[in-house]
């Protein structure tokens, strides 16, 4: 079994579990999510390493 104290959420931001396993509705794509997107992105491309 995975301890997932230290995980983070997609969805709604909390910890403890996964999106795939968020009971709370689907976040909507606003302009928070598509410039956390685009820092990931940024990144990615710098070669920075990103904890997973």
Known sequence: ???KSGI???NCKE???VA???QKPIR???AAY???KMLL???EE???QLNA
């Open 1 to 3: 079994m995975m301890q």
């Open 8 to 10: 983070q959420c997609f």
């Open 15 to 17: 910890f403890g579990h």
């Open 20 to 22: 795939r396993e968020c």
């Open 28 to 30: 909507a794509k606003d």
């Open 34 to 36: 598509h410039r956390e």
């Open 41 to 43: 992105c940024k990144q």
């Open 46 to 48: 710098a070669g920075i």
